[in-house]
């Protein structure tokens, strides 16, 4: 009732504001990433790629395919999930897909992605659209997982890393158990999300088109080959010798960890630059290499597409009928 009463300007002036704090929020943070980095400073790493690496032209050319490829990938799948929502043509869905990365980029885990795109659609499709935003986001996470437990699996048996299974294993049986009794304490007490029931969701979920899932999963699979193969690739352009399957296992290893891990997204090149120093301490690789890898990888891949985005908040306007 009071948003209604508050004058068509005004409203018009505080959503403009909105938008204006989001796209400065996020180049803020990107500048603060770039220039007040503990682990490696912006000058650092301008010096020591221009010394160190071999970036011809076409090199350069081809790491922005593989960048441009990488969000092809996702604004595909994205659209993939959400026809069967509401169809969507490629062009709103990559104005979706690049907004929504602008508007989370500050966001704990990028929890903030999934009201940005629900905010294109009208309120009464936003809860499927949030539910099949998170479809979107478990498709890539399963990929992450399943070929990241095989590549530490591969990792761990090769190198001496120092693992107490043991604590593991109990700390893993221990999680088990907590979730199955959060499951039976659900089911039993009906638990709601904002109004939409466990039952509910149970019904979005099996009633989603099974094509569409597997459709999704191949593009969550085609895009992690993607970028973990220009990780690769920028490895060989520092003269790291290495061999593709060698760096897969760690690569894996690194996303697999790094993806479990809670942060704000703004930091995390800095976890995966962390996590990545670690693993690829036991192949003897200078970390000062590994640390510019993942900053120009968190560069190529999120801060120019966030700029794209930027565009796309400040044209953002809400359905019509709001």
């Not at 790493?45 to 922005?64: E, R, W």
């Not at 996702?74 to 990559?94: D, G, M, R, Y």
Request: include cysteine; charged fraction near 15%.
């Amino acid at each position: 009732m009071l948003y209604n009463s508050v004058p068509y300007k005004t409203k018009q002036f505080f959503f403009v504001l909105i938008k204006l704090s989001i796209v400065v929020g996020a180049g803020y943070f990107i500048y603060e990433k770039l220039t007040n980095n503990n682990t490696l400073s912006f000058s650092s790493f301008i010096q020591f790629t221009s010394k160190n690496g071999v970036f011809t032209p076409k090199q350069v050319f081809f790491l922005m395919i593989l960048s441009i490829f990488n969000w092809f990938l996702e604004t595909l799948k994205w659209q993939t999930l959400v026809n069967p929502v509401k169809h969507i043509s490629f062009k709103k869905a990559l104005e979706q897909s690049l907004g929504a990365l602008t508007a989370s980029l500050f966001t704990p885990n990028r929890i903030g992605e999934y009201g940005a795109k629900a905010m294109y659609f009208i309120p009464a499709l936003r809860k499927k659209i949030m539910l099949t935003n998170l479809i979107s986001n478990v498709l890539q996470m399963s990929i992450t997982f399943i070929l990241g437990i095989i590549g530490f699996t591969v990792f761990v048996t090769k190198y001496d890393v120092g693992i107490d299974y043991y604590k593991i294993a109990r700390y893993v049986l221990i999680g088990l158990l907590i979730l199955v009794f959060a499951l039976l304490g659900i089911q039993k007490n009906r638990f709601k999300i904002r109004g939409f029931s466990i039952e509910k969701l149970n019904i979005f979920l099996k009633g989603f088109p099974k094509l569409r899932l597997l459709l999704g999963l191949l593009l969550s699979l085609f895009r992690y080959v993607t970028f973990s193969f220009q990780f690769f690739f920028i490895l060989r352009l520092f003269n790291v010798s290495i061999y593709y399957f060698e760096a897969m296992t760690v690569i894996t290893s690194m996303y697999l960890i790094s993806s479990i891990i809670p942060s704000i997204f703004i930091f995390d090149a800095v976890i995966k630059g962390s996590v990545a120093v670690f693993l690829f301490s036991f192949l003897n690789i200078n970390p000062l290499i590994i640390i510019c890898t993942v900053t120009l990888m968190w560069i190529l891949n999120f801060v120019i597409p966030s700029c794209f985005g930027s565009f796309y908040v400040l044209n953002f306007k809400l359905p019509k009928n709001e």
